[in-house]
């Protein structure tokens, strides 16, 4: 079993799910109003008030999910967290009550999440389609065929703010309304020809503000009964003809939805006026669905994170035997130096693959180069904070060590550097390391125990690790070379 956690910034909601056959089936699902995105102050944090908010419902998700066998849980914070200047601080504490890390995910990783549950609910191989999912802090619009993604984009634009801005005090008035749908369409208008009408047989819509949106058209006979530009132009005439948000009483719309259904009505007006879309098809599933799908992949041996380094590796053409050789030898040296836990060892075998990436960029600056990249690409599967920890982990690949500041101090931190820098010094000696001729320890200091036959038939390798060990000495650890017979 599996469950997904989605820290949105209109609502939290948990999905727990069990892979039954050739689907996943909801066996548990809740949601509470959090409205995160409106507890971010003009200064772009968030409030006390929303933080507590947040953390009493996290603390209830956990007595949950308690309850359950499961095989893997994975909790994603979305737009409201990406944009909350004191997300650091309040991630621990939200980790403590949750009792799982939290993992803030890029828009992009969000619509990947979002079309992988889509695709897995519609069960549909060759089928062309066009998704869109508006959230209370962001909009994804995803292209794809069957399970594989053509193309993804997140847009700055949501429910929350939406409404806020143009709907103050829950007035709802025709020229604002008018307003928040060409502020949406401008979110949109340069980045739509390529999801045009041509690209695609059918669009969805996953997000719950177009499933509220779908199921109040069609209960009050609004427009044609379709979820499509006719109707979504009768339901604005609708509201504003109601005047304020306190007075919607229509049938299919739940009361703590309408303060926000507003907003995401203007901007499910803009995206598809854009992008030409006619009619939208509401579909049961979306990102949380895709989360569970993506540990059921994870599970099976089918991570997108191996698929997205191997294209970067292509990308950036860098020789894909040599990052194999590190990735090999970096994973052995690390299991040498007993980590207390395999929270980097994936992180390292990432990383010992792509430390070479930013050579197309610079022969002597590359590990810097490949660190910016890694950090800030698109990297399908990947959170930020992965992408940030392979990021220290390559630019400390080489040269001094003062760069990356305290991180060090994590014990299985330095112990990955350490291997991955090893690793890298065998491959440049053109070493092929006998682990039964090489030993390595890191406790209070480095020990390192080599045959002298290395020394003797390999000259530079002295060279090389007098370097590290200097390199070591300037951060206070104590590096110790034997050579034995």
């Not at 993804?152 to 429910?159: A, D, I, L, R, Y």
């Not at 008018?178 to 020809?193: K, N, Y």
């Amino acid at each position: 079993m599996y469950a997904a956690v989605d820290l949105g910034s209109n609502s939290f909601r948990l999905h727990i799910g069990k892979h039954d056959g050739e689907a996943i089936r909801v066996v548990k699902s809740l949601r509470e109003p959090i409205r995160l995105g409106a507890g971010l102050d003009k200064s772009g944090n968030l409030t006390a008030p929303a933080m507590q908010a947040a953390l009493n419902c996290l603390a209830s998700f956990r007595a949950v999910l308690a309850g359950f066998s499961l095989d893997a849980v994975r909790v994603v914070g979305t737009a409201a967290l990406r944009l909350a200047n004191n997300a650091d601080q309040f991630l621990p504490l939200a980790e403590q009550a949750i009792g799982h890390p939290i993992e803030i995910i890029s828009g992009e990783e969000e619509g990947r999440l979002i079309y992988m549950g889509v695709a897995n609910a519609l069960a549909a191989p060759n089928e062309r389609r066009l998704v869109i999912d508006i959230g209370g802090g962001s909009t994804e619009v995803i292209l794809g065929k069957g399970l594989d993604i053509e193309r993804v984009e997140s847009f700055s634009v949501g429910t929350v703010r939406q409404s806020l801005s143009f709907f103050p005090g829950g007035r709802i008035e025709a020229g604002a309304f008018e307003a928040a749908i060409l502020s949406a369409r401008s979110q949109f208008e340069d980045a739509a020809p390529p999801f045009h009408r041509q690209f695609w047989r059918n669009a969805y819509g996953s997000s719950g503000t177009i499933r509220s949106l779908a199921e109040v058209i069609t209960r009050n006979g609004i427009g044609d009964g379709r979820l499509s530009l006719v109707s979504l132009q009768a339901l604005k005439q609708r509201f504003i003809a109601i005047g304020e948000v306190a007075r919607i009483d229509l049938p299919g719309l739940k009361a703590d939805r309408a303060g926000t259904v507003i907003g995401g009505l203007a901007i499910l007006i803009a995206v598809m006026t854009e992008m030409a879309v006619e009619v939208l098809l509401p579909v049961e599933a979306g990102l949380r669905m895709g989360v569970m799908w993506d540990l059921y992949a994870r599970a099976m041996h089918r991570d997108r994170r191996d698929e997205s380094v191997r294209a970067m590796v292509a990308q950036f053409h860098a020789d894909p035997l040599r990052a194999e050789q590190v990735a090999v030898e970096a994973g052995a040296l690390y299991v040498q130096l007993k980590p207390a836990g395999d929270g980097y060892a994936k992180l390292l075998d990432w990383s010992a693959r792509l430390h070479e990436i930013g050579m197309l960029v610079s022969h002597t600056g590359y590990h810097k180069h490949a660190a910016y990249i890694i950090e800030n690409a698109d990297l399908p599967g990947f959170t930020t904070r992965e992408q940030k920890a392979m990021a220290r982990l390559v630019v400390a690949q080489k040269g001094n060590l003062r760069k990356i500041g305290d991180a060090l101090s994590e014990p299985d931190f330095a112990k990955a550097v350490l291997a991955l820098r090893l690793a890298i010094l065998l491959m440049h000696a053109r070493i092929e390391a006998d682990f039964t001729e090489l030993r390595v320890r890191m406790k209070s200091r480095i020990e390192l125990d080599i045959r002298r036959g290395w020394v003797v038939h390999h000259p530079t390798l002295s060279y090389w690790i007098e370097k590290e060990r200097e390199w070591w000495d300037e951060v206070d650890v104590d590096f110790v070379v034997r050579i034995g017979a």
